[in-house]
């Protein structure tokens, strides 16, 4: 999970978890990609629910200017340029399957610069051209990352759509791609149809009840609706798996002061310094120490 997600879910936290508890800001750069966006936020800015003729403007997909500042990557003048070239090759392209190799090249610069709506938009031109498992799940991947960002829930809505149109598309092509199934629960549940998610997130832990995501968002569902036992559960069970993973362990520490249990807790937030030294996640973790002790 990157940096801007982790931040947003700590967000979000504060309005279903006690306060006392919570950290003002979560960082981890274990994970890059997205495992967790429960109730989200998008600082990306969303592609169009059609996306627009983007021929004749000035901008990239969903880049308009009365929409709020975001941290993207900063692009160089070089990037931009290659960029702004490769649009118009795009544009003035008759040939179907050249303008689908001039979109991919056009999906890896907007990812390279983290404009997720974009890159998600250009590679589901791929897809939708070269109908692969791959290509699907690579547009779905890049919506989802959009999507985790969502500042607005009409945003989010328009993200997530798009999002399970593409992983719909994956799991019609192989049912067992535990990862778009992981992703595609989770826009559910951002959604009106929560419990569709839950289903599609057993479905996973039935075929693989070690998957590490699913545990993940499983309990950072506990989390959201205040179920803090069984929140230590299952990020007790996730940092088993795998004792290095950042977020589990921070969420356990979360879990485990929800709980009472503050001996324990601080012990899992030191281990959490041990592990990541970044130093917003650093100050994170001491306000929780100093709030324990």
């Not at 399957?97 to 090249?105: I, Q, S």
């Not at 791929?126 to 969502?150: H, I």
């Not at 506990?222 to 996730?238: H, I, N, Y």
């Amino acid at each position: 999970m990157s940096r801007p997600q982790l931040i947003v879910i700590a967000v979000a936290l504060l309005l279903v978890v006690g306060i006392f508890f919570l950290p003002k800001v979560v960082i981890n750069k274990d994970d890059k990609k997205a495992d967790l966006t429960g109730a989200t936020a998008n600082r990306d800015k969303p592609a169009a629910a059609d996306e627009e003729d983007h021929s004749g403007h000035d901008h990239a997909p969903g880049e308009h200017p009365t929409e709020e500042a975001v941290p993207h990557m900063a692009a160089s003048p070089s990037q931009l340029k290659e960029i702004a070239d490769l649009r118009s090759r795009f544009n003035k392209e008759q040939n179907a399957d050249a303008k689908a190799t001039l979109a991919a090249e056009l999906g890896q610069k907007y990812r390279a610069i983290s404009k997720f709506d974009s890159a998600g938009y250009f590679y589901e031109t791929v897809a939708n051209t070269r109908p692969t498992e791959q290509n699907f799940e690579k547009a779905g991947d890049l919506y989802f990352e959009a999507f985790s960002f969502a500042a607005t829930e009409e945003r989010g809505k328009v993200l997530g759509e798009k999002t399970q149109a593409m992983y719909n598309k994956v799991l019609e092509a192989n049912p067992n791609n535990l990862d778009a199934k992981t992703n595609l629960a989770m826009t559910y549940i951002a959604g009106p149809n929560p419990m569709k998610g839950v289903t599609l997130l057993r479905e996973v832990l039935e075929k693989d009840p070690n998957n590490e995501k699913a545990i993940y968002n499983m309990g950072y569902l506990s989390l959201q609706s205040r179920q803090f036992d069984k929140a230590v559960e299952r990020f007790r069970r996730l940092v088993e798996i795998n004792p290095k993973n950042v977020n589990g362990n921070f969420y356990l520490g979360v879990s485990l002061a929800e709980t009472n249990q503050k001996a324990e807790a601080i012990k899992v937030f030191q281990n959490v310094k041990k592990l990541d030294k970044d130093p917003e996640l650093q100050a994170s973790v001491d306000e929780y120490l100093k709030k324990l002790q």
